[in-house]
């Protein structure tokens, strides 16, 4: 008796290979003179919308990694950007944009500040 090789020859289906991730996470500190929550948040709206207009070089070079990025307060109350990268994703490139997000954290700061009332303050 022969036998068949029609099992042998039948493969399983190729899984998609996912990619390896790691989160990052990029944590700025909120100034001290603002307190309420909601002042936080938009203190952390501000920073993205700063970052997406592009007001200075810093901001132009770190709004492609804002694009996928989840800006939020964190338990805290400190600004809080979270992001998915690939695992193999440079420790050098990382220590670039977490100096970006400061510049651009501190420098969008004195705008949000002199928006008249936009924003709630409290200066202890």
């Not at 501190?106 to 709630?120: H, R, T, V």
Request: proline share 7%; aromatic share 6%.
């Amino acid at each position: 008796m022969k036998r068949s090789n029609e099992l042998s020859n039948t493969q399983p289906a190729p899984q998609p290979k996912q990619a390896a991730t790691k989160t990052i996470e990029i944590v700025l500190e909120m100034p001290s003179f603002i307190t309420d929550t909601t002042a936080r948040k938009m203190a952390v709206k501000h920073f993205v919308n700063y970052a997406e207009k592009n007001y200075s070089k810093a901001a132009e070079q770190l709004e492609p990694f804002l694009n996928g990025a989840t800006c939020s307060v964190n338990e805290s109350g400190h600004l809080k950007i979270e992001r998915e990268v690939p695992a193999n994703f440079p420790p050098r490139r990382l220590s670039v944009l977490c100096h970006k997000a400061e510049e651009v954290w501190s420098s969008s700061l004195p705008s949000l500040l002199e928006s008249n009332g936009m924003i709630k303050c409290e200066i202890k």
